[in-house]
């Protein structure tokens, strides 16, 4: 197996045998003031242009099409792409995930996420209005980073043409459809602020005494 | 003073003084869980322990005066660890609630977890469901209790009520209201304060807000006259209302100061207006020509020298009846005392041994006057004579003596009060007489304060050596106040007593110093937050529409005889009083430029609003804005005797506003939401033939009133009290607060 090359040595800049780095061949630059005025005359009567342009016009008439058609077709999306956010449920008991600790609130570096939260009938914290202005979020993935509760994540929904700059989303928007959650059909989250996938071994655990 | 050393560091302080109060005077840190410094130690964290050379083991800093000559280290590896053990037996089981707790981010126990760095749980120990209690305005989780202590101790030690304790049951211990299935105290709301996790929270504010999410705005409380200082929490008020403000709760820096619930819980008394009336704003600079304003005390200083220029600018008259008594009762006072100013503050109060308070509910009408109290009776062992006509039951276990007098008494109360404390002192050949003179026998059975009473409170001042004179506002408004305040001038000049006059509303010492009062009379008047033909109102029932004191930014004259500043919390975006006066031809560009312009005559100082402090700061004593000065006045008093003593009979009512409520603006706050009623003993039922929840109609004072009358089994005696809170633009104490009235019943 090849050896991967190490961190130190992508830090060594110095081009020398056996690291990672080596000079392509290129022809010279131009030294003199005649030199340069040569390579424009003969770059621009050699007509170099029209090799590419014939490329185009040979391949579109042979329809051998390697292009995308957006918006009818899309590709797939990284899982750790940071497009617009959903909110998680539980598994199986479908459960929001989002305790509304603020801290994604707190976070947000251009200050787009307002929340507003009371106390409910179980004592418990409920979140009863929450939007993120689409307009001046910049998909930082800091609120996801964040979030304790892996509640708020970062979806492939990178589509957000509006009429207005100031462009909301609500919780409801962003939530996972209940039974969409309870059915299972949800895949744990991969994305960014996900946790990592060796995180049991070091996780330390707690004294319990039951 | 004695002289040691912190760390290297030599230092010196009073005798008695804590090391840790010594070490954070000079700013060297020691850590604390449990401390408050208004409170006597309650020593259960021991995470303040420093090594002290010559002594086996640690010393706890809160706990220990520091020695002459000692050496103390606040840093070693074996203190640390010992910290380090203590907060991970606190973090034990400790519930990892954070993400919603309302402390997180202002929580001492997060704080100490990170800055011991304890980062994993070794012990372990069997957790058990604990309930969390609903005790009206507050919510109790005892998972979340670290049993400190702050709590009981404050509510002890400096409230008075008494009404909470530690209930020990080991790993089950907890908070537990004393006495009692549920809480039933006056909800001062301190314990939430000094807690310093997220055990006891405010009930409404639960869950509604992150600490870090709301600025704070540095005030004064604006429901009565000590004008404690507070933090306006204030933040966006919802996603549905744009551009909307709201405050969500009030804090207070609760090492050295103290709210009670109604400058905690009464802050939404905004008078939210939308726009401008521009129509009733010329209608008002009519109504302000046609010659007299009448306003009530719930003003700055500001606003009382605006009044004062449009007095002097265009001749108007200015009546406000209870600042002017108040203003007499002063003048009374100087002119035998020889200040202008009464001498004691709040601190005095609290580091006295003895106390004599006369005229005043005063738990109702002056929380602060009565936590200073607690204080000292706590700290200092005062003795205090709580000399009154109703006996009051929050006063019962800090008052020593209760000296019960008539209705109306006071002239005479006073005078035998006077001669108890002059007593061999070298006076005057006039005063000297006027004692001489006083019909004795008369003025005690009359006053129905007998011998032994005054010799039992001279008892109470054996061996005392700072001592107290408070006066209420039954005496300011009593019909022969003259004469009280010249007895009381007497006895601060020559006794060691220093006096304190409570004044009725918040910022009646401020106007009384400020406005040229003019005696009230029928006719014509522009009302302020008063009656009159026309209104001004910040209480949002007016012709034009007024901000609220939490709308506005100037000055209060405190209780303490300090200027201290308040701040805009919420924005209003009406016409102001300055808006008035500038259309009036009196010119300024902010209310606020007025604060350098308050009369130095009569003691304030020529201080621009922006250069005041509005906060306690790291400073033990209140330390806000300036002290006013006192000035030199001659004692040309002359006493007048004593003739005859009124009397009351039949019904008789007492203006007194239940607990936590002082204005119109508590009554708006809706934490505070109750019906106002008339609150009267069993005996009281009995005499005045009602029962409970009878619908009552009385004559009081000018007022027609419709009350339904409710038995308060807390009460003794036969006067019922007769809230005045409600009462919108009339609620003012201008009066003698007894009246006799004739009550008949409308229906039950
Ligand atoms: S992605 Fe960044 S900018 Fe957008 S809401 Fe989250 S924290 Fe704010
Ligand atoms: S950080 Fe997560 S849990 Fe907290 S409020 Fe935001 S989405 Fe909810
Ligand atoms: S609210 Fe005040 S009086 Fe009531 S328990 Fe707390 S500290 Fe005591
Ligand atoms: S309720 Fe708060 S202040 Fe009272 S003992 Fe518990 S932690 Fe301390
Ligand atoms: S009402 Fe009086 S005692 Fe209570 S917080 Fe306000 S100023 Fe202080
Ligand atoms: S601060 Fe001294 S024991 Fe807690």
Excluded at chain 1, 24 to 53: C, H, M, N, S
Excluded at chain 1, 73 to 90: D, F, N, S, W
Excluded at chain 2, 46 to 61: D, N, P
Excluded at chain 2, 205 to 221: G, V
Aim: charge should be negative; aromatic fraction near 8%; proline fraction near 3%.
């Amino acid at each position: 197996m090849r050896k991967l090359p190490s961190l130190q040595d992508f830090k060594d800049r110095n081009v020398a045998e056996g690291s990672s780095y080596y000079n392509i061949d290129g022809e010279a630059y131009p030294e003199t003031g005649w030199a340069q005025f040569k390579q424009v005359v003969t770059r621009t009567f050699r007509l170099e242009l029209f090799v590419g342009l014939w490329v185009v016009l040979r391949e579109m008439f042979k329809f051998n099409i390697h292009t995308v058609q957006y918006p009818a077709e899309k590709l797939p999306i990284g899982p750790r792409y940071r497009a617009v956010h959903e909110m998680q449920r539980l598994w199986e008991s479908g459960t929001e995930r989002c305790i509304g600790c603020g801290l994604c609130e707190k976070i947000c570096i251009s200050d787009c996420i307002r929340m507003d939260t009371k106390i409910d009938e179980n004592s418990r914290k409920a979140v009863t209005e929450y939007t993120i202005n689409l307009g001046r979020c910049i998909f930082c993935g800091y609120c996801a980073e964040v979030c304790p509760e892996l509640a708020i994540v970062h979806g492939g929904r990178y589509e957000n043409v509006s009429e207005q700059r100031a462009h909301y989303i609500g919780f409801e928007d962003m939530l996972t459809p209940l039974d969409m959650a309870i059915s299972g059909k949800v895949a744990e989250y991969p994305g960014f602020g996900a946790v990592t996938p060796h995180e049991d071994e070091r996780v330390k655990v707690t004294p319990l005494a039951y | 003073m004695v002289n040691f050393t912190i760390n290297g560091q030599s230092v010196s302080c009073e005798k008695g003084e804590t090391i840790l109060n010594v070490a954070r005077k000079n700013a060297i840190y020691i850590p604390t869980m449990c401390y408050l410094q208004k409170t006597t130690p309650c020593a259960s964290c021991r995470l303040c322990s420093v090594e002290a050379e010559g002594v086996e083991g640690f010393v706890l800093s809160c706990q220990a005066p520091a020695i002459e000559g000692l050496c103390v280290i606040t840093e070693s590896d074996s203190l640390h660890k010992e910290r380090v053990n203590i907060m991970k037996m606190y973090d034990v089981n400790h519930p990892l609630e954070c993400g919603v707790c309302d402390k997180s981010g202002a929580c001492d126990l997060q704080n100490k977890t990170l800055e011991f760095n304890v980062g994993t749980q070794e012990f372990s120990a069997k957790d058990q469901h604990r309930k969390i209690e609903h005790w009206g305005r507050i919510n109790y989780d005892p998972a979340l209790c670290i049993l400190c202590e702050k709590c009981t101790h404050v509510c002890n030690e400096v409230i008075g009520d008494d009404a909470i304790d530690l209930y020990f049951g080991g790993y089950g211990s907890k908070v537990i209201p004393k006495n009692s299935e549920t809480l039933d105290c006056t909800f001062c709301g301190e314990c939430i304060s000094v807690c310093p996790v997220g055990a006891l929270v405010s009930s409404d504010f639960q869950y509604t807000a992150n600490a870090w999410e709301l600025s704070k705005i540095p005030a004064a409380c604006a429901h009565c006259s000590a004008a404690c200082a507070l933090e306006y929490e204030v933040k966006h008020e919802s996603i549905d209302a744009i551009g909307q403000e709201k405050i969500y709760r009030v804090t207070n820096d609760f090492e050295v100061n103290t709210l009670c619930g109604a400058g905690r819980f009464a802050y939404d008394f905004e008078n939210r207006i939308y726009g401008k009336d521009k129509e009733a704003f010329l209608g008002a600079i009519e109504a302000i020509k046609k010659g007299a304003i009448r306003f009530s005390s719930l003003i700055t200083n500001e606003e009382a020298m605006i009044l004062q220029r449009m007095k002097e600018k265009l001749g108007i008259k200015l009546f406000n009846q209870e600042a002017l008594n108040f203003s007499k009762f002063m003048k009374a006072y100087g002119s035998t005392s020889g200040q202008s100013l009464y001498s004691a503050t709040l601190e005095h109060i609290r580091s006295s041994d003895a106390i004599v308070i006369i005229g005043s509910r005063i738990a109702t009408d002056n929380p602060a006057v009565r936590y200073a109290m607690t204080t000292a009776a706590r700290h200092k062992g005062a003795r205090i004579t709580y000399m009154h006509p109703i006996e009051d039951a929050l006063m019962q276990n800090t008052a020593k003596q209760y000296v019960k007098y008539e209705v109306g008494a006071e002239e005479g109360v006073m005078a035998l009060l006077a001669k108890t404390l002059l007593e061999g002192k070298t006076l005057d050949s006039e005063i000297s007489a006027f004692f001489a003179e006083l019909d004795l026998g008369y003025l005690e059975a009359e006053s129905n304060v007998g011998d032994e009473e005054m010799m039992q409170l001279k008892k109470n001042l054996t061996r005392t050596k700072k001592r107290t004179l408070i006066l209420g506002a039954d005496l300011i408004a009593h019909a022969k106040a003259e004469n009280i305040a010249r007895l009381a001038g007497l006895i601060e000049k020559h006794t060691e007593f220093k006096v304190m006059i409570v004044a009725p509303s918040t910022n009646t010492l401020g106007v009384s110093l400020i406005c040229d009062l003019d005696e009230e009379s029928e006719g014509y008047a522009v009302g302020y937050n008063a009656r009159g033909e026309f209104v001004l109102s910040s209480f949002g029932e007016g012709d034009l529409d007024m901000p609220s004191l939490n709308q506005q930014e100037g000055t209060f004259t405190t209780i303490d005889k300090r200027v201290v500043p308040t701040n805009v919390a919420l924005p209003y975006n009406g016409y102001v009083l300055n808006d008035l006066a500038n259309a009036l031809g009196i010119r300024a560009e902010y209310t606020i430029d007025y604060t350098s312009q308050l009369p130095y005559s009569v003691g304030f100082e020529c201080n621009a609003f922006d250069t005041l402090n509005a906060r306690y700061g790291n400073a033990i004593k209140d330390s806000r804005g300036y002290e006013l000065k006192s000035i030199e006045v001659t004692c040309d008093g002359v006493l007048s005797s004593v003739d005859e003593l009124p009397e009351f009979n039949g019904t008789v009512l007492y203006a007194c506003n239940p607990v936590l409520q002082f204005t119109p603006n508590t009554q708006k706050a809706h934490q505070l939401e109750e019906e106002a009623c008339l609150r009267g003993s069993e005996q009281f039922a009995i005499a005045a033939k009602l029962s409970d929840g009878d619908r009552v109609e009385f004559d009081f004072g000018t007022l027609r009133q419709k009350r339904i009358f409710k038995i308060d089994t807390a009460l003794k005696g036969t006067i019922a009290l007769n809230p005045a809170y409600d009462l919108g633009l009339a609620a003012m104490v201008s009066s003698y607060r007894y009246q006799s009235v004739k009550i008949s019943k409308v229906g039950s």
